[in-house]
């Protein structure tokens, strides 16, 4: 069976360019994880290599599958000269490698925390995961894996992340188009919530 990760990191590039850096990060137990950087004008694009090497498996399964389950890496852009936003490479790291560690699925409309700024004084800790198939289109393979999704990243300050759990991914959602929010913006407000 062909090694996903060189399939995924082709996928990225035909996409979004040329890296202008990469930083790798390996947790105790979990495969390596690579997040790539790729700059386009004002927005700073920062992408996971690694969480697809292996399927997100069923929590409560006995064994996990080595082939079947979905797979997916992590996307997040933010517009650049407006935060420290380099040091964003260790919680993406720490949320691609989630469910190696801890078991979960990531999945749209789910939300995701690393219980510390995503970055030194950004004013979120969590995001929200959107719909894929916008920025990078999904990565079909040979069967019987499954595709490889590209996952946008959706940055949460903690009231909007609160209101989240109570009115759902989609309710939040709509608030931000609603209200025309910026949300490549690293230090941006939260959302209007009444």
Do not use: C
């Not at 936003?85 to 999945?107: C, D, F, H, I, N």
């Not at 004013?123 to 894929?132: G, H, I, Q, R």
């Amino acid at each position: 069976m062909a090694d996903v990760l060189p399939l995924v990191e082709a996928r990225l590039r035909s996409a979004l360019g040329e890296p202008d850096a990469r930083a790798a990060v390996t947790f105790l137990g979990t495969d390596r994880i690579e997040v790539l950087r790729f700059t386009e004008g004002d927005v700073v694009r920062y992408a996971t290599l690694g969480m697809s090497a292996q399927p997100m498996g069923d929590p409560t399964a006995v064994l996990a599958d080595p082939v079947k389950g979905p797979r997916a890496e992590l996307l997040m852009s933010v517009r650049s000269g407006l935060a420290d936003t380099g040091k964003v490479l260790r919680p993406l790291a720490v949320l691609a490698a989630s469910p190696q560690v801890e078991g979960v699925v990531v999945a749209p409309g789910a939300s995701l925390d690393v219980g510390e700024p995503l970055w030194p004084g950004a004013p979120f800790t969590s995001v929200l995961v959107a719909e894929p198939g916008g920025l990078v289109e999904d990565l079909e393979l040979d069967e019987p894996l499954d595709p490889v999704h590209f996952l946008p990243l959706l940055p949460m300050t903690p009231n909007e992340a609160a209101w989240k759990r109570v009115h759902g991914a989609q309710a939040l959602q709509e608030r931000w188009l609603t209200n025309g929010t910026d949300l490549r913006d690293p230090s941006r407000k939260s959302v209007p919530l009444e």
